[in-house]
């Protein structure tokens, strides 16, 4: 019964609140307000991840913060154990963020709208020259000022455990000439893939040192990959 009940609860929250942050991107883009840092647009997509996380009886822990310099963009390069992680990030990183996501996900009603509008970034996976021209997109975004998420995983891990790591996000840093910072989302116990009733409880979100991307080229793209992965399964084995 309990697992019914918190997942009749994840469903109408998710309903509820995409369709009520989805109306208020609406209205700002009626009434003509404009993008700007930590402005109305940033205000919505973090209130959002925070109706989520308290709506299913979570709350953020999170660890690490200073590694971030004020007004510095980053690549935050994350483990991906459920969609726990989206809320939670969006909850406590600070900065300008933007999403580097599945295309697949643009097709999701109001959802999909909703992320496109507020310039997350879409990656067709299917189509290398469509993938590399969306990192393009997203470099020139992050040399602006914005911090990118990716979940270099490219999707929820069925078991929790650290996949392999697609090689795109790390070109992304390079292009963008940015620090990488590491994160680990510890989010499986919460809502693992497949279910549809998270779990209340404590979310814990790690961040590590930054890694420089200076002067690195698209050549060392595997060995920044390698330092990165390194780096968050030192951080998912903390206690």
Not at 101 to 122: D, Q, Y
Not at 158 to 180: E, H, N
Not at 183 to 212: D, N, W
Request: aromatic letters at 8%.
């Amino acid at each position: 019964m309990k697992h019914l009940l918190y997942a009749v609860r994840y469903l109408v929250a998710t309903a509820v609140f995409t369709t009520y942050y989805s109306a208020r991107i609406m209205l700002a883009l009626i009434l003509r307000v404009k993008p700007e840092p930590g402005g109305v647009y940033d205000r919505i997509q973090q209130s959002y991840g925070r109706a989520m996380l308290a709506s299913t009886g979570m709350s953020v822990r999170v660890e690490g913060l200073e590694h971030v310099a004020p007004g510095q963009p980053v690549v935050y390069i994350s483990n991906h154990q459920s969609w726990v992680d989206i809320w939670a990030l969006l909850a406590v990183l600070p900065g300008v963020l933007r999403f580097v996501f599945k295309k697949e996900l643009s097709r999701v009603p109001l959802l999909g709208w909703a992320i496109n509008t507020l310039g997350h970034v879409s990656i067709d996976r299917g189509n290398r020259g469509s993938a590399f021209a969306s990192y393009d997109s997203a470099a020139e975004q992050i040399r602006g000022g914005v911090s990118a998420i990716v979940f270099a995983e490219g999707t929820r891990s069925s078991t929790g455990s650290l996949q392999s790591f697609k090689k795109g996000p790390f070109v992304l840093a390079i292009s963008a000439q940015v620090p990488v910072v590491p994160v680990y989302c510890e989010t499986y116990q919460r809502l693992p893939k497949g279910s549809l009733a998270p779990r209340p409880g404590i979310v814990r979100v790690r961040l590590g040192s930054p890694i420089a991307t200076n002067g690195l080229d698209y050549a060392e793209r595997d060995g920044l990959a390698d330092r990165t992965r390194e780096a968050l399964l030192r951080l998912g084995a903390q206690p």
